[in-house]
């Protein structure tokens, strides 16, 4: 029975004055801040990997400059060849007796340099791939590695989910930042090397280009910067789209989509949010198009300047056709790698702000953290739980949840809480499981605040069923040792704990038994009945082995023999052990040792069924209202 839970919300600040264009740059390069960081990850992926790809980039880098280089020798060569004694008839006697052993040498390096630009580019790519795919599974594991150790107060905040939300697109999306910065490093190599060729002859042309350059450079930059900021006040939008879809095409929704014919309905949501999101990128994709229509003919321009300018001074006899060959090349080669290079900085600026989406979840931290000293949780419970004067309030609301709530469990004790929904039953597991932090009073195990606990080692001695229990597509053994999960390989405790739950006659009558996979994500996988995942959820509780069982709505799903086997199984519990059951069904909570109503977060009434039926009470009034139902 799920609660309402506030969310995180944070105080809306005016936008800050624009600041100057210094401080804008700096913000905008600055994202490049988490660069290292993600080298030192992806170098965790594999050192061999990472020095291979950049080795590969520096070879790669200075071919094409003595590419260019080699092929003006080849041409002053050829002149300087034209130009003297008529060769022999034929090209092999030319090769063999005429004076072109210089040319031949020339022409064999160029091959050279072509079969070794071919087999580093394969290399490059092969290294790459690789590498990206274990940088690919490293972040997934370091996102649902981080995310086990948050809290629910930050899961139930909207601005995380939004945050966890761009994380997990973005990082996955950006997987080959690292490549393309090895690529810039690459290109910058390669047009250091350019440069200095060009610079040789004429240092004008280099600084021409690059200032030509730079409005399209800052135009790129501004548009990439928009477009992340569209991204991100989007998120919401783009998370109830992908929720939107879900729902829309999956087995779990197909019954009541059909039923209630909600497909036109969520199809029309989704077109909504989907023009929206549409219409404000169109609007960036056409103001990005004309923009960088106009800067890129600027450079242009300045391209085609210079190269007039060096055919002219070749006419003039300034430059030999071998320097005019190697300087319109090198400069064509040069003008396209200035260009690729200072979009490809403007782009990886763009791209390094996910990044830092991905490394604040990352650094984000639980809010309930251990003790610098704790104490253990005392196994078995020899006094009882105890809630003094406990009240909370979810975050972001003024509501108090729970109230100068004072409640015990006794060590052995099923206690049952009743009560209408929003009286704070759910709220008291999440405060006992520690889930939540109580912002008055304290929980007590035997004495033992649970503040002085580390949560792990609470949570191992608790054993929780939620009436939103998930439906694991395992096998049906996994499914139960999800309970104890350190246990998988237990077969007899898997067994035993599916006894204990009812779900040995459910995993019995499966073909493949314990091996069978359950749901229907898995090749093979059989879906059960409401029931039956009813049965193997208390089976997992039962795994668990706790010191303390919580069921919340345990027999929802249960005919009402299956249901009175599960309470006589908790009567049963051994001595140090407590239950504590949530259940509107009043044949399900009658059979507990004692029943807390609670209202409005506070207890209303305690005692037995007979006591409180007795009594003529809030109890009595529900359990009549209940009763009358079967008559």
């Given at each position: 029975m799920a609660e309402q839970s506030g969310e995180f919300v944070t105080q809306a600040t005016p936008s800050p004055v624009r600041p100057p264009w210094r401080a804008r740059l700096a913000n905008r390069f600055g994202v490049y801040a988490n660069v290292p960081r993600m080298f030192r990850q992806i170098w965790r992926c594999s050192p061999a990997l990472t020095l291979g790809g950049i080795t590969l980039r520096l070879v790669q880098a200075v071919q094409p400059s003595l590419a260019l280089y080699v092929g003006k020798l080849i041409v002053d060569e050829v002149i300087h060849l034209g130009s003297q004694s008529t060769p022999p008839a034929s090209l092999l006697a030319w090769s063999l007796h005429g004076p072109a052993s210089r040319l031949e040498g020339w022409i064999a390096l160029e091959f050279m340099l072509i079969i070794l630009s071919d087999l580093t580019a394969r290399a490059t790519t092969l290294v790459d791939g690789l590498l990206n795919e274990r940088y690919i599974n490293d972040v997934s594991l370091s996102l649902m590695g981080h995310a086990a150790t948050l809290d629910l107060q930050q899961f139930e905040s909207s601005e995380l989910q939004d945050l966890l939300e761009r994380a997990r697109r973005?990082?996955?999306?950006r997987n080959n930042l690292l490549v393309q910065l090895f690529n810039i490093a690459e290109i910058g190599l390669t047009a250091l090397t350019l440069a200095a060729g060009v610079m040789a002859f004429a240092p004008w042309m280099v600084l021409l280009l690059v200032l030509a350059l730079l409005p399209a450079t800052a135009g790129e930059a501004h548009f990439n910067?928009?477009?992340y900021r569209l991204l991100r006040a989007r998120t919401a939008e783009r998370r109830e789209m992908d929720y939107l879809r879900h729902i829309g095409s999956t087995a779990e929704h197909a019954k009541e989509l059909?039923?209630?014919g909600l497909g036109g309905f969520l199809v029309g949501r989704f077109r909504a949010a989907a023009a929206t999101v549409m219409a404000q990128n169109r609007?960036?994709?056409?103001?990005?198009?004309?923009?960088s229509g106009v800067f890129g003919a600027i450079g242009s321009v300045a391209y085609y300047a210079v190269y007039i300018v060096i055919v002219w001074d070749t006419v003039r006899g300034r430059f030999s056709v071998g320097d005019l060959t190697f300087l319109s090349g090198s400069f064509l080669r040069l003008h396209t790698i200035l260009s690729r290079l200072l979009m490809?900085?403007?782009?990886?600026?763009?791209?390094?702000?996910?990044?830092?989406?991905f490394f604040a979840f990352l650094d984000l931290r639980p809010a309930i953290a251990?003790?610098?000293t704790t104490i253990p949780f005392p196994s078995p419970i020899r006094q009882g739980i105890r809630f003094e004067k406990v009240g909370f309030r979810y975050p972001g609301t003024d509501r108090w949840a729970l109230r100068n709530l004072d409640l015990t469990i006794g060590a052995g004790e099923t206690v049952a809480l009743v009560g209408?929904?929003?009286?704070?039953?759910?709220t008291i597991v999440k405060l006992l499981t520690r889930l939540y932090e109580p912002d008055e009073g304290q929980i007590t195990v035997d004495g033992i605040s649970l503040s002085d606990m580390d949560p792990a080692d609470l949570h191992a001695h608790i054993g929780v069923i939620f009436q939103d229990f998930v439906r694991y597509s395992l096998t049906a053994a996994e499914n139960i040792a999800v309970g104890r999960i350190e246990a998988l390989s237990d077969t007899a405790r898997i067994r035993a704990a599916a006894r204990e739950g009812l779900a040995d006659g459910v995993v019995g009558r499966l073909p493949l038994g314990y091996d069978q996979p359950l749901g229907k994500q898995l090749a093979r996988g059989r879906e059960l009945s409401g029931g039956e995942w009813q049965k193997i959820a208390i089976s997992r509780a039962y795994m668990r082995d706790a010191d303390l069982l919580i069921l919340d709505e345990p027999t929802s799903a249960l005919d009402a023999r299956a249901e009175a086997d599960v309470f006589e199984r908790l009567r049963a519990l051994r001595q140090g052990r407590a239950a504590l059951v949530i259940s509107h069904r009043f044949s399900t909570v009658r059979t507990a040792d004692r029943i807390v109503v609670l209202e409005h977060g506070r207890v209303l009434?305690?005692?037995?069924?007979?006591?409180?039926v007795a009594n003529g009470g809030r109890y009595a009034e529900l359990f009549a209202l209940q009763a009358a139902g079967y008559r």
């Open positions: 973005q990082a996955s999306g910067a928009e477009g059909r039923l209630f609007r960036l994709a056409l103001r990005r198009f004309v923009w490809a900085i403007t782009q990886t600026a763009s791209q390094a702000q996910y990044l830092d989406d251990p003790a610098a209408e929904n929003g009286a704070g039953k759910t009434e305690t005692g037995s069924h007979a006591q409180l």
